[in-house]
């Protein structure tokens, strides 16, 4: 019988593995009201023998995961979740030059992970803060939970409008128990149109409602 181990491993060197992640930086974009994302140095090799830095983010700071707790009172918490909640099959859709982005992009049939690659994250850069990006229409929304989406992945920093005072499409896809990934990076327009499998883990933060992940596309190479 053939190690399994080894099967996995041979399997694996026919992906290419793409990193969807934003990298963690001292200034790195947030949403308005959010904590401001901070990475100073605590600690230096020259000064104290060891490197070390202090982080000070927010559960939602840079490429993360929302929890169903983040909108839904008695929803799952992120360390609740199994820790391949938000991972699977995918498709990566495009929805550039959205400004919401309409129920068509939605596949008939679509995985269990819908990846949605609006064009915003070409804007991902220190210092933006983040108060105007692309979202989903409600209708997309309701459509992708009818088609049995399971994971919605996207580039932007939010699912609902900037600034919108009722967050409908969060509180929608998470009440119906659809996980939300957003701020994917700008390597997710390499994959417009590509079925890959979708590897996102989150720190397991306890009672979180969110919490920063990194998100990874195993890509099949072309033979
Ligand atoms: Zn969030």
């Known amino acids: 019988m053939p190690d399994p181990v080894a099967e996995l491993s041979r399997l694996l060197q026919g992906f290419e593995v793409v990193d ?5 930086e001292d200034g790195m974009p947030y949403y308005p009201g959010d904590p401001r994302p901070t990475v100073m140095q605590w600690r230096s090799l020259r ?17 993360h995961v929302d929890a169903p707790a983040h909108f839904v009172d008695g929803g799952a ?14 498709i990566v859709v495009d929805a550039r030059g959205y400004r919401e982005v309409p129920p068509d992009v939605v596949p008939l ?8 690659y609006t064009g915003i994250s070409a804007a991902w850069r220190r210092g933006w803060v983040t108060d105007d990006y692309p979202y989903l229409s409600r209708e997309a929304a309701e459509l992708l939970v009818k088609r049995g ?5 996207i580039d932007s920093p939010s699912v609902d409008a900037p600034g919108a005072e009722e967050p409908i499409v969060h509180r929608m896809l998470l009440s119906q128990g ?5 701020n994917l990076s700008r390597n997710l327009g390499r994959l417009v149109g590509k079925r890959v499998w979708f590897l996102c883990l989150p720190l ?8 920063p992940a990194r998100a990874l596309a195993l ?5």
């Open 20 to 24: 969807l992640t934003n990298s963690v």
């Open 47 to 63: 000064r104290d023998g060891v490197n070390l830095k202090l982080l000070i983010l927010g559960s939602h700071s840079g490429t």
């Open 77 to 90: 918490a992120v360390d609740e979740l199994g820790p391949m909640a938000f991972s699977g099959e995918a």
């Open 109 to 116: 049939n679509p995985s269990r992970v819908l990846l949605i």
């Open 149 to 153: 989406v399971r994971v919605v992945g």
């Open 178 to 182: 659809v996980l939300i990934v957003e």
């Open 204 to 211: 397991p933060i306890r009672s979180g409602d969110g919490a």
């Open 219 to 223: 890509v099949p190479r072309r033979r």
